[in-house]
């Protein structure tokens, strides 16, 4: 077909073989010239696979987490079945706060609720250092998946500082973050030690996953998005930026991405990421010029559009690859993650269509 494509995926040559960190994903983060726009999806490896319902039947989620020969499946399954650019590590933000020492558990329905909630410089002390002997789980999954996967990217992951404080403080998941934000004003220095002793802990997370052999990583700050600019940056920025500048010297991309952040993306773009994740609320143009021209962007179509006709799906992908052509890097996802009752069928068709219209050629 004609390539109306004249952005990033249509420029340079095909990519020459070289394996995952010559993969269209990895350029793509890179701001390198790419075959074709890459695409994956948050929640890739989960709920609206029959496939993943049917191996996780009867398993709790932190020990199918803890499990190197399930993790490998679940993360494989999206691979196999959509033929996305990337996988992504099948495991959950709270796996490093439970090997951390915090007693929790990851209920069905409800989310990660926390036996004795976090919220006095006695209890931070509570949150001690992790090394690979507490996930050497992951280690291994992520061992298993790099001889499996051959040249499509891995992807680790980990929850940013501020989403794992508010599980920590809240008790579990919050529509407010009542508690959350009145430790941030009203103990201000108990909140930033439980947020630096999260960023240690997040940091040599990720470090394990690289060391590995995933090929970028993904800090997840799904609750960000809850704070005004001027908080983010007193509470929140430091903490992130430990985080991802914390790993610079590993050499692998770097993603940053929140929920609701689109007056936050001037500031996470200042985060130390390579690409900024961008949720479907701003248009991948708009938020190029807020994160900032040196910064790819991941993203970001609205996951309850999938259960629209066809024709609406394709027109909205069609308008997000135009409008990620403003970033000198686009990886095309979702806004959010996959939601449980999506027709996997779209998602293939979602993958062939980004494929198709930036395929050079």
Known sequence: MTNMFTGPAAQGGE??????????????CRR???????VWFMRQAGRSLPEYREIRAGIPMLESCRRPDLV????????????VDAAILFSDIVVPVAAAGIDLDIVPGTGPVIAEPVRTAADVERLRPITIADVSFVDEAIRLLVAELG????????????TLASYLVEGGPSRTHARTKALMYGAPEVWHALCARLAEITTEFLRVQVRAGVSAVQLFDSWAGALSEADYRRYVLP??????TGLADTGVPRIHFGVGTA?????????????????WRTPLDAATVRIGPDKAVQGNLDPCLLFAPWPVIEAEVRRILIEGQAAPGHVFNLGHGVLPETDPEVLTRVVDLVHRVTTRG
Request: hydrophobic share 40%; proline share 13%.
């Open 72 to 83: 490998c499946e679940i993360t494989m399954q999206p691979v196999r079945r959509h033929g």
């Open 239 to 244: 903490h992130s930026t430990a985080v991802l």
């Open 15 to 28: 990519a020459s073989p070289g394996g995952p960190s010559d993969s269209p994903f990895v350029r793509a």
């Open 151 to 162: 040249d499509t990217p891995l992807i680790g992951f980990a929850g940013a500082p501020f």
């Open 32 to 38: 390198e010239p790419v075959p074709h726009t890459p």
């Open 263 to 279: 007056e936050l993306l001037g500031a996470m773009g200042e985060a130390g990421a390579d690409v900024v994740g961008v949720d």
